[in-house]
T-cell receptor
Framework: DAGVIQSPRHEVTEMGQEVTLRCKPI?????LFWYRQTMMRGLELLIY????????DSGMPEDRFSAKMPNASFSTLKIQPSEPRDSAVYFC?????????????FGPGTRLLVL | GQQVMQIPQYQHVQEGEDFTTYCNSS?????IQWYKQRPGGHPVFLIQ?????EVKKQKRLTFQFGEAKKNSSLHITATQTTDVGTYFC??????????FGAGTTVTVRA
């Protein structure tokens, strides 16, 4: 199994540009999570999906952030317009059938730098 | 909302020594998970505790879940250089979200 796949691994962009981060969860996993990690705020849950449906987006910082999951094997996190304070590592994670909390498998992350 | 506090934030350990990192939740948890993140890497699942007072061991790592299911600890014996990284606890509740602690970053001096 290839694990959770994220792309790009690194992204450098200028303030005001649109950024799209991509994630392919582990096949068969029906939960997908987007996290953001910074030194100041640690690991924050932004949004999570169950069977492609957004369940909780209360962690999404503001309207500039949006996430979609058009099918079971693909999700995107978009930032438009991007700002320097969005610089962080963005992780996607997936898990299978949360009953009594299953393991979350994290992707390698996308390291975003907004200049 | 639920908050998970983790201490210490940093732990500098002499190789061969033991240390413990602690995790406390403001609310009762359904379960607690521990993850390890190597420098430059991503969080990797270590273990999950579900039952009150549960203790689990993985070689030199001992994990404990408090009786009230609001706290947990990770104890590492005979620290090795391979133990370097950040250890996160993550508290789970019935809404299926995980709240991660800030992590304990461990460095080891040989």
């Amino acid at each position: 199994d290839a694990g959770v796949i994220q792309s790009p691994r690194h992204e450098v962009t200028e303030m005001g540009q649109e950024v799209t981060l991509r994630c392919k969860p582990i096949s068969g996993h029906d939960y997908l999570f987007w996290y953001r990690q910074t030194m100041m705020r640690g690991l924050e849950l932004l949004i999570y999906f169950n069977n492609n449906v957004p369940i909780d987006d209360s962690g999404m910082p503001e309207d500039r952030f949006s996430a979609k999951m058009p099918n079971a094997s693909f999700s995107t996190l978009k930032i438009q317009p991007s700002e320097p304070r969005d610089s962080a590592v963005y992780f996607c994670a997936s898990s299978f059938s949360l009953n009594v909390q299953e393991t979350q498998y994290f992707g390698p992350g996308t390291r975003l730098l907004v200049l | 909302g639920q908050q998970v506090m983790q201490i210490p934030q940093y732990q500098h350990v002499q190789e061969g020594e033991d240390f413990t990192t602690y995790c406390n939740s403001s609310t009762t948890l359904s379960n607690i998970q521990w993850y390890k993140q190597r420098p430059g890497g991503h969080p990797v699942f270590l273990i999950q505790l579900v039952k009150s007072g549960e203790v689990k061991k993985q070689k030199r790592l001992t994990f404990q879940f408090g009786e009230a299911k609001k706290n947990s600890s990770l104890h590492i014996t005979a620290t090795q250089t391979t133990d370097v990284g950040t250890y996160f606890c993550a508290g789970g509740t019935n809404d299926y979200k995980l709240s991660f602690g800030a992590g304990t970053t461990v460095t080891v001096r040989a």
